[in-house]
């Protein structure tokens, strides 16, 4: 009897994940000018805005408090996830009743806003957070990285971190040429998709990288970062690095990655954004056999 007892305590014990964190105060450079007056993160992918799949990504897997981290001109990430009343006379009128619930579908979430008050990298974003988080453990969703909806990596991680009890980062391979765009992990298998990261670096030099498991924007944190974000100084591209926390992490305590499955768009990046575009379309249900007749003809035109 007492294993039993034992083992249920242990599971009751054991920590999940209910809050979400969303960095969004960053410039969006890639992006201008599209990005010099409204948000990156609002730029739509068919007929919803980036952030949009994140957040319903961390609704899928029952995260309850989200928090968005914001800096000038991005207003407008606040209005999208509030209530609109504005339209709901209008959308009742018309009989619209389901594209009004659509539209609201977010009002009764728990939303805080932080204003990241300089954009001084993703590791002092992820700071910033720290009076909402608290010691609790938490996702991080970078919204520019788009994970297909019909692939739930970040359920996977936060399976791997009830598991374990440590956090958890996506990686992907990259190609070698590529390996200074990214965070570089060095790794050693842990089975199961997963690995234990041995080191890591921000954006390697070409050559220097220590291997092409690349960090994508997915990460489940556990609150002990936050002292290692604290103090962090400046490093790749003038900015304080959620990596350099992360490294800096690795003294106390086992972190681990877990290979992305699915497909992933990095919708940063103009080519990876029509990208992303084209190929969610592609599973629209209304937009794809009108969609799919075009790129055909387009193609046929173009050859
Ligand atoms: P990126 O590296 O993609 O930077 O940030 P960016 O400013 O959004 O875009 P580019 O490179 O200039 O085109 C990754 C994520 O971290 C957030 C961004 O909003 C994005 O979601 N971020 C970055 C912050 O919240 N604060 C920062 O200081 C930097």
């Known amino acids: 009897m007492l294993p039993e007892g034992c083992d249920i305590m242990n599971a009751m014990s054991k920590k999940t994940v209910t809050k979400a964190v969303f960095p ?9 000018p599209a990005t010099k007056a409204s948000p990156k993160e609002m730029l739509p992918i068919v007929d919803k805005p980036q952030i949009e799949y994140a957040v319903e990504e961390a609704v899928r897997c029952g995260i309850r408090d989200y928090i968005i981290i914001t800096g000038k001109n991005k207003r407008a990430i606040e209005d999208h996830f509030d209530f609109v009343h504005e339209l709901e006379d209008n959308l009742k009128s018309k009989g619209k009743q389901s594209l009004l619930e659509q539209v609201n579908r977010f009002s ?5 806003y932080i204003r990241q ?3 001084l990298g993703l590791g002092h974003a992820i700071l910033c957070a720290k009076p909402c988080v608290n010691d609790e453990t938490f996702a991080v969703l970078l919204s520019d990285d788009v994970i297909d909806p019909a692939y739930n990596l970040l359920r996977e991680m936060i399976e791997h971190y009830e598991r374990l009890q440590s956090p958890i980062l996506a990686l992907m391979e990259v190609s070698p040429e590529d390996t200074d765009k990214y965070g570089i992990v060095k790794a050693e298998p842990a089975g199961d998709g997963l690995y234990r990261i041995v080191d890591l670096v921000e954006k390697p030099k070409a050559g220097t990288a220590p291997s092409n498991l690349a960090i994508i924007g997915r990460y489940i944190l556990t609150s002990d970062i936050f002292e290692h974000l604290e103090g962090l100084t400046p490093s790749s591209g003038g900015e304080i690095q959620l990596t350099d926390g992360i490294r800096s992490l690795l003294s106390t305590r ?3 990655g877990c290979i992305v499955r699915g497909t992933r768009y990095d919708a940063g990046d103009k080519l990876g954004f029509l990208k992303a575009t084209v190929e969610l379309a592609l599973k629209d249900s209304a937009l794809k056999k009108p969609f799919r007749k075009y790129l055909i003809e387009l193609t046929e035109r173009i050859r």
């Open 24 to 32: 969004a105060a960053g410039l969006g450079t890639r992006f201008l």
């Open 108 to 112: 009764h979430h728990s939303f805080a």
């Open 254 to 256: 086992q972190v681990y």
């Open 117 to 119: 008050g300089r954009p």
